[in-house]
């Protein structure tokens, strides 16, 4: 209660308005006091003045010859009045307290003044002659032409007044500080009991503003005060509902944009981040969060700057495509669209980010597979129209040419019979590569009856093809149709690119969580330029030597998918001149 301000401002003020209360109270009091006393003494005064005044006229005209101290002390009598004859000039005659020649000339005094004006005059003073408060009245007693003939004064001692006054004065402040200490008591009481439901209503207003919304008033009035405090705690009911929707609306809208794909960047006016999700982060390569720093500082994208001048100066949304290089040296590609908003009077901008690098790299190896699916489909056309064209033009009826020319026709058609295969393999393998039927099935057999149906091809190139596992049985989790067709692949391209002479060796390893399969050649190897590339659809190391041999440059390729939807591996290593091993890993069963 001591602490609050409040408290003391309306209590001091209290209390200093009684203070003031009392005091012009007992002054008022004593001021119509005195009024009332000194009017009783006015008027005995007056009464004297009309009884004295016909003797002293006639003293004051020189018609009578008495003694004048005589003449006013018998006017006086035995009252304690004190009677003085002035004259017209102002000289003092006579005076029942005090020799007339030691008295100064009266008439600048102000009841003498007043009594030359109306005939009466009235003044109180401390008289410098009998050193007392005293009470003046003047009278002209007669006019000579319009002049007084001189003054006839009474005077009393008002000490009995200020002694009066005094006791007054002394009861009056004895009572008033009686009250003044039962009003401050009260006051304070009263006070607090005022003080304390508008102190309980400031906390809870603080603690509303500082987000304690569960605050809330008890034990209020049954007045203005109490109404307030129940508006006050039914505003804290609704800023409780309204921050639960509040609060329960931003954890959806967070989560929403946390989970997002897309990148989402809010800036203010002078591109602060006020806000960006993990996607946003991450398709932009920053490593830390971007929140108050400027955008174009912590992502040096040149596009993205000119973005938000646009989205800025325009209320539509702005779209632009953002190229830059990521970290690991990779190109990325994103769209990015901004748009405008207002808040607290500044203008900001919210940047959508969607990653389309890979749509882009899968627009080009669509442009890629269409140009190559051409060049492939075209060169074998061609040759069966040179050649057809050729024979209906009478090549038919030469005996020694005629079956080259159609050995050549069926060797092209096979080559585009074995193009349309692995087309329509890799298509089916893309198809299903999130949903080949995946069993638990035992490796060894089938790897064993890919070798078995390789032994001619490789026998008739003068091949040593063999076979060697670490177990008899070698369990992995895969498809029966697609791990034959990657070992097929493989052995394939071994014996094909392998020279007479030479060997091609599996090899099946158990490892912790996979079964390694390696298919190892003598070849002639490929070139370390080209290992990266050498799953890519038709690439050729040597297109010349692909062609000759019938290869269509979709069998490393078909490997490589058929691997990765049993969730496998593959890689390659080789060495010009001395050969080349592919590497299979398949999870195990």
Do not use: W
């Given at each position: 209660m001591f602490r609050s301000r409040f408290f003391w401002k309306l209590y001091l003020s209290s209390a200093a308005l009684v203070l003031l209360t009392a005091l012009g109270i007992g002054g008022l009091a004593l001021e119509q006091t005195e009024r009332a006393l000194l009017r009783e003494k006015e008027i005995r005064l007056r009464h004297q003045c009309v009884a004295m005044a016909p003797e002293a006229a006639r003293f004051l005209r020189g018609e009578l010859d008495d003694d004048p101290l005589e003449l006013v002390t018998r006017l006086a009598g035995d009252s304690?009045?004190?009677?003085?004859?002035?004259?017209?000039?102002?000289?003092?005659?006579?005076?029942?307290?005090?020799?007339?020649?030691?008295?100064?000339?009266?008439?600048?005094?102000?009841?003498?003044?007043?009594?030359?004006?109306?005939?009466?005059?009235?003044?109180?003073?401390?008289?410098a002659t009998v050193h007392e408060r005293m009470f003046y009245i003047a009278h002209v007693p007669a006019r000579e032409a319009g002049r007084p003939v001189g003054f006839l004064r009474v005077s009393l001692s008002i000490a009995d007044i200020d002694r009066q006054l005094g006791e007054l004065r002394t009861r009056l402040l004895g009572v008033a500080a009686a009250g003044l200490g039962l009003a401050l008591v009260l006051g304070a009481f009263l006070t607090h009991r005022l003080t304390r439901p508008l102190e309980e209503i400031a906390r809870a207003a603080h603690g509303l503003r500082t987000g304690n919304y569960s605050t809330r008033l008890a034990g209020l009035p049954n007045d203005e005060i109490g109404v307030l405090g129940d508006a006050l705690n039914r505003l804290g009911v609704e800023l409780t509902q309204r921050v639960g929707e509040l609060s329960g609306e931003e954890s959806r809208l967070r989560a929403m944009l946390a989970g997002m794909v897309e990148g989402v960047v809010a800036v203010d006016e002078e591109d602060r981040v006020a806000f960006s999700n993990l996607a946003a982060r991450r398709l932009l390569g920053a490593n830390a969060d971007l929140k108050g720093r400027r955008l174009w500082e912590a992502v040096r994208i040149a596009e993205l700057d000119a973005l938000l001048r646009q989205a800025r100066e325009n209320s539509e949304a702005a779209r632009r495509e953002l190229t830059f290089g990521a970290p690991d040296g990779r190109e990325v590609v994103l769209r990015a669209q901004a748009h405008r908003f207002e808040?607290?009077?500044?203008?900001?901008?919210?940047?959508?980010?969607?990653?389309?690098?890979?749509?882009?790299?899968?627009?080009?190896?669509?442009?890629?597979f269409v140009a190559n699916v051409s060049h492939e489909l075209k060169t074998p056309l061609t040759s069966i129209r040179g050649y057809v064209e050729t024979l209906l033009d009478g090549a038919i009826d030469d005996q020694e040419n005629n079956r080259r020319f159609l050995d050549k026709v069926q060797v092209n058609v096979q080559r585009l019979n074995h193009l349309v295969a692995d087309l329509l393999s890799l298509a089916r393998v893309e198809a299903q590569e999130d949903g080949l039927p995946l069993e638990t099935l035992d490796l060894v057999p089938i790897l064993e009856g890919a070798i078995a149906l390789h032994e001619n091809a490789a026998t008739n190139r003068g091949l040593e093809l063999s076979f060697s596992a670490d177990a008899t049985s070698l369990s992995v989790t895969g498809d029966r149709e697609s791990l034959v067709q990657v070992v097929d692949n493989l052995l394939d391209n071994a014996i094909q690119y392998t020279p007479e002479g030479g060997n091609v060796r599996v090899h099946a390893t158990a490892e912790p969580d996979a079964v390694c399969v390696e298919v190892s050649d003598s070849g002639v190897g490929?070139?370390?330029?080209?290992?990266?590339?050498?799953?890519?659809?038709?690439?050729?190391?040597?297109?010349?030597?692909?062609r000759a041999v019938g290869g269509t440059g979709l069998g490393l390729s078909i490997v490589k998918h058929l691997v990765g939807a049993m969730h496998g591996e593959v890689s390659v290593e080789s060495e010009m001149g001395v050969g080349t091993t592919f590497r299979v890993r398949i999870p195990v069963g």
């Open positions: 304690d009045t004190r009677v003085t004859f002035i004259g017209e000039n102002g000289s003092v005659v006579a005076d029942t307290h005090e020799d007339p020649q030691r008295m100064s000339n009266h008439l600048d005094r102000a009841e003498v003044q007043e009594a030359a004006v109306s005939d009466f005059g009235v003044a109180t003073r401390r008289s808040a607290d009077g500044q203008i900001g901008v919210v940047v959508v980010l969607h990653d389309i690098t890979e749509l882009r790299r899968l627009e080009r190896v669509r442009r890629d490929i070139p370390a330029e080209d290992l990266e590339r050498i799953f890519e659809r038709f690439y050729r190391v040597d297109k010349a030597r692909s």
